[in-house]
């Protein structure tokens, strides 16, 4: 299956800890995004990647959340010092830059959980 | 700034009833416009979208959807529901390099 992959699927943590998220998208896809949805919402844009360049970060990506995709290929998506109102899933897209561009693929998501 | 409307947070219909969700969006540009469904605990599997050209698309599962410029809406239907279309729907718009996404709505199908 070369669909976008997300470990992992759930994660519990206790507020005030560190957690990462990672994204493996289609391989030939060269744009990669991060959403959040909260329970009864919809996806919510967080930021995304064009290779390894982040172009776009939305004003709900506080300080402590920092993405990167190094090689342009894999992403991961770390949140600093948790807080409860982090709790939601995490959802990883990818496109091709183009005519396709819109076409979003989703990943399965991560559910995080801040107890 | 693009927004999409989904009137109905739930909608139940009868298995083999016609399914119509319904989409209202706002853009200043003309948009491209999709229908994406989630089943629980999953990602969002896109189920058809509109760029240019026909106005009348067709997606996956036998769904359908009209765009409508005058009325800016994007409706979704099926012409018979099967229980296996029990899930959330969410209508998106263009909006610059990402998605905006409505409120979502929970397809109920009843035996």
């Known amino acids: 299956d070369t669909g976008v992959s997300q470990n992992p699927r759930h994660k519990i943590t206790k507020r005030g800890q560190n957690v990462t998220f990672r994204c493996d998208p289609i391989?030939?896809?060269?744009?990669l995004y991060w959403y959040r949805q909260t329970l009864g919402q919809g996806p919510e844009f967080l930021t995304y990647?064009?290779?390894?360049?982040?172009?776009?970060k939305s004003r709900l990506l506080s300080d402590r959340f920092s993405a990167e995709r190094p090689k342009g290929s894999f992403s991961t998506l770390e949140i600093q010092r948790t807080e409860q109102g982090d709790s939601a899933m995490y959802l990883c897209?990818?496109?091709?830059?183009?005519?396709?561009?819109?076409?979003?693929?989703f990943g399965p998501g991560t559910r995080l959980t801040v107890t | 700034a693009q927004s999409v409307t989904q009137l109905g947070s739930h909608v139940s219909v009868s298995e083999g009833a016609l399914v119509l969700l319904r989409c209202n969006y706002s853009s200043s540009v003309p948009p491209y416009l999709f229908w994406y469904v989630q089943y629980p605990n999953q990602g969002l599997q896109l189920l058809l979208k509109y760029t240019t050209g026909a106005t009348l698309v067709k997606g996956i599962n036998g769904f359908e959807a009209e765009f409508k410029k005058s009325e800016t809406s994007f409706h979704l239907t099926k012409p018979s529901a099967h229980m296996s279309d029990a899930a959330e729907y969410f209508c998106?718009?263009?909006?610059?390099?990402?998605?905006?996404f409505g409120a979502g709505t929970i397809l109920r199908v009843k035996s």
């Open positions: 897209a990818s496109s091709l830059a183009g005519t396709e561009l819109y076409e979003q693929y």
């Open positions: 391989s030939e896809h060269n744009r």
């Open positions: 998106a718009v263009s909006a610059g390099n990402k998605l905006v």
């Open positions: 990647f064009q290779n390894e360049a982040q172009l776009e």
